[in-house]
């Protein structure tokens, strides 16, 4: 409609190539390509908001949280933690594999302790003083 006007304007007042209204009638022009491939993405998005709204709650559904998110939030409980730095450790290591730390028995720490200091990510800590 907006070309079928335009060339009728043309034809008829024969206007310059400046003209200001010719314009803004070029401006306006959008393909019937154009036009569709809008039409259908629109759709796309209303079926895959509706798809991620009804799925939202499934188990292969992405979670509200990533690790990071869970990491950081861990890793800031226990530095409010006091204790020994096993102690924290063992806190992180009890709250990334979702274990109340609370429920467990002196025994079962001590056991945990021992476990994981078999690790050599829980080695001793890097001195602090400068080596000569």
Not at 14 to 32: C, F, N, T, Y
Not at 45 to 60: G, P, T, V, Y
Request: hydrophobic share 35%; glycine share 4%.
């Amino acid at each position: 409609l907006v070309d079928t006007v335009r060339h009728e304007i043309i034809e008829r007042y024969r206007p310059g190539e400046d003209d200001p209204h010719l314009k803004v009638l070029q401006a306006a022009h959008i393909s019937d390509d154009e036009y569709f491939s809008h039409m259908v993405l629109d759709d796309l998005n209303l079926i895959i908001r509706d798809i991620r709204e009804a799925h939202k709650k499934d188990s292969e559904s992405a979670p509200q949280t990533t690790v990071a998110d869970e990491l950081k939030e861990n890793l800031e409980a226990v530095e409010n933690f006091k204790g020994s730095r096993d102690e924290k450790l063992v806190v992180l290591y009890c709250k990334q594999l979702g274990i109340n730390y609370k429920n467990l028995s002196d025994e079962e720490f001590r056991w945990l302790i021992r476990i994981l200091k078999k690790s050599k990510k829980m080695g001793t800590p890097i001195s602090q003083r400068k080596k000569r």
